[in-house]
């Protein structure tokens, strides 16, 4: 049954912060149209002066960042000093795709003797963005910057458990563009199922594999253009030569940071038996003293779950694992601090690849260890996996780091780093991670088809 409305709920308490109508379907419609009759003038309006606008609205990112902020740290969680630093951040983002624009959007021209063709990059049409709650406004924006730029029109659908924060969103875009150029619509599941079957040309999404799979399937009945990125199960080598304390420190924060709600988060951790022991005793102290609480609290390192169905879904994936022989050295309960969705920070280790938290992706606050022997055995399980998103790679041989990350199924790899990349390069993940990528020169031209216009000299 379709739902009017959404809780939109304060992870933190437990409280309605709004009930928020979701669109109808005759309102999904009319944005779409709305989209679609603005579509004409903004594709034909100078990239010049698009990204004049564009850059209007990345001031007002900085400027209301610490009001946005709030929205995030209420509706998901979030630590408020990471919500307000992803706010700030946004407007870099909208800057790096103004800067590709002029790259990605430029007519090419090719000559053959008399013949003369130029290639024109010409947007899509109405695109219909759909995004997740973890990273609630740079998840939404580095869609958006690229399809608008690009000249698309857009319909946008934030996270039934985000919406404030997207009717902010929106509220910024549609300040400054014409009217039209963007769109809103609220609702979960059915809002957005309404909309991928609408009359749109372009889908470009980003959440879980299995609505990732259901976009695809219904972006086939006009052949819709889709770009995806569908989150993963990101292993993390640790080699028996590995920087020992850098890598535990890594292993924590990696696993940990966003209440461990971070399509990039290190999911399975496969170290050398050589030096598990002491890796896990390094890793078992950060784990014990990453506190968490409520995301005003200054000297917090994460925030509540986003909701209680994920922490279920989470506190279940660990009790499988330990009724199955895994061992729980600490954590692994949920917390209820003022009616908030809490869990205590997990170590997990003796996990094998036949428990579900070494497979299915968590999203959770867990630490998830697996003791290998040979390097060999480490690169085969971190690619028995439909996922590949990112990966990292630990040992203090520079060479073999290399050789072995270019052996590993994931679009995005770091060797003893973190799989943070030289900006203007693309947020990419192989498999079943993603189709099409997001950012980057080429990233952009995915918003545009490629027309051509052929004459003689
Ligand atoms: P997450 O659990 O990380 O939010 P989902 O893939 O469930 O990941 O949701 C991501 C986005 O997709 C949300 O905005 C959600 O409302 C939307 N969504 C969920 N189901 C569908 C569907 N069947 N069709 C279109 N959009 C959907």
Same mark, same amino acid.
């Given at each position: 049954m379709k739902l009017n409305y959404i809780n939109d709920i304060n992870p933190a308490n437990g409280k309605i912060i709004k009930k928020i109508k979701c669109s109808s379907s005759k309102e999904i419609? !009319? &944005?779409? /149209?709305?989209?679609?009759?603005?579509?004409?003038?903004?594709?034909?309006?100078?990239?010049? +002066?698009?990204?004049? =606008?564009?850059? !209007? &609205?990345? /001031?007002?990112?900085?400027?209301?960042?610490?009001?946005?902020?709030?929205?995030?740290?209420? +509706?998901?969680?979030? =630590?408020?000093?990471? &919500?307000?630093?992803?706010?700030?951040?946004?407007?870099?983002?909208?800057?790096?795709?103004?800067?590709?624009?002029?790259?990605? =959007?430029k007519t090419e021209k090719y000559t053959e003797e008399n013949l003369i063709t130029e290639l024109h990059r010409t947007p899509i049409g109405v695109c219909a963005i759909i995004t997740p709650w973890n990273f609630p406004v740079s998840m939404p924006e580095s869609l958006l910057s690229p399809a608008l730029l690009a000249g698309n029109t857009v319909v946008f659908k934030p996270s039934e458990n985000v919406p404030l924060t997207g009717e902010a969103i929106y509220n910024i875009f549609n300040k400054h563009l014409p009217a039209g150029v963007i769109n809103l619509v609220q609702g979960a599941d059915e809002v957005g199922s309404e909309l991928i079957h609408s009359d749109i040309d372009m889908i470009a999404f980003v959440g879980s594999q299995k609505v990732g799979k259901i976009i695809m399937n219904a972006a086939s009945d006009k052949l819709k253009r889709i770009v995806l990125e569908l989150g993963g199960k990101d292993p993390m080598i640790v080699l028996k030569d590995a920087d020992i304390e850098k890598a535990a420190k890594f292993a924590v924060n990696g696993s940990l940071r966003n209440t461990g709600q971070v399509c990039v988060s290190v999911e399975r951790i496969y170290v050398d038996e050589k030096i598990h022991d002491k890796f896990i005793r390094l890793v078992e102290e950060g784990v014990k003293n990453f506190k968490y609480g409520n995301g005003y609290d200054d000297s917090v390192m994460m925030g509540p779950m986003v909701s209680e169905e994920q922490r279920k879904n989470v506190v279940s994936q660990v009790k499988d694992a330990v009724k199955n022989g895994a061992k729980l050295v600490t954590g692994g309960k949920a917390v209820n601090t003022d009616n908030g969705y809490y869990m205590e920070p997990t170590l997990l280790t003796n996990l094998?690849?036949?428990?579900?938290?070494?497979?299915?992706?968590?999203?959770?606050?867990?630490?998830?260890?697996?003791?290998?022997?040979?390097?060999?055995?480490?690169?085969?399980?971190?690619?028995?996996?439909?996922?590949?998103?990112?990966?990292?790679?630990?040992?203090?041989?520079?060479?073999?780091?290399?050789?072995i990350a270019r052996k590993i199924e994931s679009g995005m790899i770091g060797v003893n780093q973190g799989i943070g990349s030289v900006s203007g390069t693309p947020w990419v993940g192989v498999k079943q991670s993603g189709y099409g990528f997001i950012g980057s020169v080429e990233g952009m031209r995915q918003f545009t088809v490629p027309r051509k216009i052929s004459y003689s000299g």
């Open positions: 419609q !009319a &944005a779409v /149209k709305k989209a679609r009759n603005a579509f004409s003038s903004w594709s034909n309006t100078p990239l010049k +002066e698009r990204s004049r =606008l564009m850059e !209007a &609205a990345a /001031k007002d990112f900085i400027k209301e960042k610490e009001r946005i902020g709030k929205l995030i740290t209420d +509706e998901m969680g979030k =630590l408020y000093k990471s &919500a307000v630093g992803e706010t700030h951040s946004v407007a870099y983002g909208i800057r790096e795709s103004i800067e590709q624009a002029k790259e990605a =959007l094998n690849n036949s428990h579900r938290i070494m497979t299915d992706e968590t999203f959770g606050p867990v630490v998830c260890i697996q003791k290998v022997k040979s390097e060999d055995e480490a690169v085969k399980l971190a690619n028995d996996s439909p996922f590949g998103l990112g990966a990292t790679v630990w040992t203090k041989n520079k060479k073999k780091g290399l050789d």
